[in-house]
């Protein structure tokens, strides 16, 4: 059983397109997150969803929309793809406390070309 | 506002001999502090934290971290290396005020010689 899965592992797409990545998570967990990796392996919080909504945003392009249509459910939608989105995109989630460890999806590799 | 610092990009070490991964904190009020480990191409795994109590956390994988207050460190060790511990590792602290959003040290990159 996968505790957190995301579709698709890779994406590979041109500059301007529009893409969606999704995120489930069966842990039964109230908080679901994005992250970026970029090239250097650095990992940014993008945003935050506790019982579907939105706790936090980091300064990130209103391009991306988070989306979740429940708790154990986060998408991302991209829209107007740019050549500097190309990384690795993480969903995770945990229980709202601060002592609670993360779980991490496989993640989604995003090139844009 | 809370921080991790990691102050090595590469580590080195020989198979069989004991490894440190360094990390630093820089925090208000008590620390929780967290260690994650990312394998080539996959996610990022949880190996182990420190709430409170006793300075020496054991975690996943033989994995163990001494929180030491004085020095505001916590450093990753493990008395005998294996080749499979060769990956990447992120120490971790969580925000204190937006529930536990994470902020990630740059990570240390092992790579355990056979």
């Known amino acids: 059983d996968t505790a957190v899965s995301q579709t698709p592992k890779y994406l590979v797409t041109q500059m301007g397109n529009d893409k969606s990545i999704k995120c489930e998570q069966n842990l039964g967990h109230d908080t679901m997150y994005w992250y970026k990796q970029d090239s250097k392996k650095f990992l940014k919080i993008m945003f935050s969803y506790n019982n579907k909504e939105l706790i936090i945003n980091e300064t990130v392009p209103n391009r991306f929309s988070p989306k979740s249509p429940d708790k154990a459910h986060l998408n991302l939608h991209i829209n107007s793809l740019e050549l500097g989105d190309s990384a690795v995109y993480f969903c995770?989630?945990?229980?709202?406390?601060?002592?609670?460890?993360?779980?991490f999806g496989p993640g989604t590799r995003l090139t844009v070309l | 506002a809370q921080s991790v610092a990691q102050p090595e990009d590469q580590v080195n070490v020989a198979e069989g001999n004991p490894l440190t991964v360094k990390c630093t904190y820089s925090?208000?009020?008590?620390?929780?502090l967290f260690w994650y480990v990312q394998y080539p191409n996959r996610g990022l795994q949880f190996l182990l934290k420190y709430i409170t109590g006793d300075n020496l956390v054991k975690g996943s994988y033989g994995f163990e971290a001494e929180f030491n207050k004085s020095q505001t460190s916590f450093h990753l060790k493990k008395p005998s290396a294996l080749v499979s511990d060769s990956a990447l590792y992120f120490c971790?602290?969580?925000?204190?005020?937006?529930?536990?959003?994470?902020?990630f040290g740059t990570g240390t990159s092992l790579t355990v010689i056979p």
């Open positions: 995770a989630s945990s229980l709202r406390t601060p002592a609670g460890e993360q779980f």
């Open positions: 925090v208000s009020g008590n620390p929780y």
């Open positions: 971790a602290v969580p925000s204190s005020n937006t529930g536990n959003q994470f902020y």
